[in-house]
């Protein structure tokens, strides 16, 4: 126990200007540690290394290698520059070497280059990223917001025709394929009703600045992420009116009513914030399908995301390009799933993230 | 199977299983008895380009720009798409059951290392890994399946391991090991056929997305080159999308009703192998 002439810090100098020095200077204090899901992140790792090794294996177990392929693309090659390129690709070392050296250059992001565009795959990737993410976060925005709609006003009248109707709609759009639904919707929306742009980010040379370039780009937004989100907003929309049915009879729904809240309040701030926690689960298990469903939808608008990069790639047999997309795209969904965590904390604050597995 | 009538009686008595069965058994007849109704190579030219559907009595649904009849073409599309869809669950199915039979049997140092690369494939998007596996070893049908059938097994494993957890601690189980029976005995004669029924139900489904799956790298350009598939029709009709929509319609029209068959017949398989849920 320190005495009372400690506590006053009578006999203690201290400096003044203690927050200026820059090696008092702590920011590490500001960031909230015990935030960050440290087991996921740790969980991290394996993933990584096993994503880098199930593409070696796929270059191992092509036909050819990587110089064949190469050369192939670049016509004739005389059987001395191929095999000065194997020796540069370090083709000629053993196996293991070759999977050191593959992880070690995946480990410092070194996704290789594409022979076809003539651009490191880690550039191509990088540029073509932001559209894919805006398209993914449109269609996932709509999903849970319509999907969360269809889902209460089913629960509420659960066994009428509201409800009826939806569960149909559901059966449907579970068996609709993504790519199929968006040339239709390019059919009636685009060509026959001519609302909507049926393909693009923007109008090419319009050159609209502010608002009127918002507009552009949310007229491209819509068909693709309507299409995108179909599926999802199904899912959304049986999670929660299956949740909201199963917290009909719940204790404190009862209390809520027994103290005189109206239906809706007990609907919204009552019983839905209880079912806002399964669709966040579905959102992180969602991450991966959304990503796949985004490469077709892209292919269908000619939206220039990564999914059109893989159409591109496939197109042009550019395989390098496509391990590298890949490789990437798995990334992104790890990602996308340590922030689905860090929701589910805010969402539930009962959740410490040690406590829930994949 | 002497419970084969039964089921059946059943599915078609159930509210979702029945419309299932019956529009799954009228893919199945058309991808048998197609090529002897409508006989001919759906590759070749049999009559004028764009020929809308109903135009022409020889071509009832019509022709594509190049003039290909687009009903041989439908008829030739089922029997690609149900082939993948089987074959390729038959392999999702027999990995996933190896798979989580192995790791809910052994537990352990095992089930980890098995639920790890369970979770490795369910991290990938599994679309572009099957982009992937075809683009590199050149497009076919044995790829297409092959790679469907590898992205495809994770649910699977992960139910038949909770089945295998599940049963092995069951005094029945316990009982027969008494008896000295080894593993492979136990998990065949003991075990998994008490925790089949839902892997039928899953695999109805995984067959609905494996037919997706297929259509989808098809009208990536990732099809079997020699074979017409609804995918393949899907994508080359795509140039003609404004003035002949059909062309992309009627395959993905058959597209749905195939899945939505196996769908509504994995809800009523649900049902109806689940005798727990049948007694209530």
Same mark, same amino acid.
């Given at each position: 126990m320190a005495g009372p002439g400690a506590l006053s810090g009578a006999g203690v100098r201290r400096p003044l200007f203690r927050a200026w020095l820059p090696w008092t200077w702590t920011p590490w204090r500001w960031i909230p540690w015990t935030w960050i899901p440290w087991g996921r992140l740790a969980q991290l790792a394996p993933v990584l290394f096993g994503i880098a090794t199930l593409n070696f294996l796929i270059l191992q177990l092509a036909p050819g290698d990587v110089v064949d392929v190469l050369s192939g693309e670049a016509g004739a090659a005389t059987p001395e520059t191929m095999a000065e390129l194997r020796r540069s690709f370090g083709l000629d070392q053993p196996l293991p070497v070759q999977y050191l050296r593959y992880l070690g250059h995946l480990a410092s &992001?070194? /996704?290789?280059? #594409?022979?076809?565009?003539?651009?490191p795959v880690r550039e191509l990737i990088l540029t073509r990223l932001p559209p894919t993410l805006l398209l993914m976060l449109s269609a996932l925005v709509l999903a849970v917001s319509l999907g969360a709609l269809a889902g209460l006003l089913a629960a509420r009248h659960a066994g009428r025709w509201p409800d009826l109707l939806l569960s149909g709609l559901t059966l449907l759009s579970y068996a609709l394929p993504t790519f199929w639904l968006g040339l239709m919707a390019i059919v009636l &929306? #685009?060509?026959? /009703? *001519?609302? /909507?742009? #049926? *393909? *693009?980010m923007l109008t090419i040379g319009a050159g609209h600045a502010g608002l009127a370039w918002l507009r552009d780009l949310l007229a491209h937004l819509v068909l693709p992420a309507l299409t995108l989100s179909t599926f999802y907003l199904a899912v959304y929309a049986r999670l929660v009116r299956s949740a909201m049915l199963e917290l009909h009879g719940a204790d404190f729904i009862r209390t809520a009513r027994a103290k005189g809240a109206g239906e809706w309040r007990i609907t919204l701030r009552h019983a839905f914030r209880n079912a806002l926690l399964p669709m966040v689960t579905m959102a992180g298990y969602q991450a991966a399908s959304l990503l796949s469903g985004a490469v077709l939808v892209e292919t269908v608008f000619s939206w220039p995301g990564l999914g059109r990069l893989a159409y591109e790639a496939i197109r042009t047999r550019d395989l390098n390009l496509l391990l590298g997309i890949l490789f990437f795209s798995s990334i992104l969904v790890v990602i996308v799933n340590l922030g689905i965590d860090g929701l589910y904390r805010l969402v539930d604050p009962r959740v410490t993230t040690g406590a829930r597995r994949i | 199977m002497s419970a084969a009538p039964g089921l059946a009686r059943r599915l078609l008595a159930h509210r979702q299983g029945g419309p299932g069965l019956l529009l799954l058994l009228a893919v199945l007849l058309l991808a048998l008895f197609g090529p002897w109704l409508w006989p001919g190579d759906p590759w070749e030219m049999a009559a004028p380009p764009m020929l809308w559907p109903a135009e022409e009595a020889a071509n009832p649904l019509g022709s594509d720009v190049m003039g290909r009849d687009m009903l041989t073409g439908l008829v030739s599309g089922a029997r690609v798409s149900l082939l993948v869809g089987f074959v390729s669950t038959l392999i999702a199915a027999g990995l996933g059951i190896l798979v989580g039979a192995l790791g809910g049997f052994h537990g352990g140092r095992a089930d980890a290392a098995l639920m790890r690369v369970t979770e490795l494939f369910q991290t990938v998007p599994t679309f572009v890994l099957a982009v992937v596996l075809v683009a590199v070893f050149r497009p076919s049908v044995a790829t297409a399946v092959l790679a469907i059938g590898l992205v495809s097994w994770p649910a699977t494993a992960r139910l038949v391991r909770a089945q295998v957890l599940a049963l092995r601690g069951r005094d029945f189980v316990l009982a027969a090991e008494t008896f000295g029976m080894g593993t492979a005995r136990l998990l065949c004669t003991q075990i998994l056929p008490n925790a089949l029924p839902p892997v039928v139900a899953i695999s109805s489904l995984t067959i609905a997305h494996a037919i997706q799956t297929e259509a989808a790298l098809a009208f990536l350009g990732l099809g079997d080159p020699n074979v017409m598939s609804w995918g393949t029709m899907i994508g080359s009709g795509r140039e003609q999308l404004v003035e002949a929509w059909y062309i992309c319609g009627l395959p993905g029209l058959a597209l749905v009703v195939t899945v939505l068959a196996f769908n509504l017949l994995a809800e009523g398989l649900n049902d109806c192998l689940n005798p727990h849920l049948r007694r209530r």
């Open positions: &992001f070194d /996704l290789g280059h #594409s022979y076809r565009l003539n651009m &929306f #685009s060509a026959r /009703l *001519g609302w /909507l742009p #049926s *393909g *693009g | -």
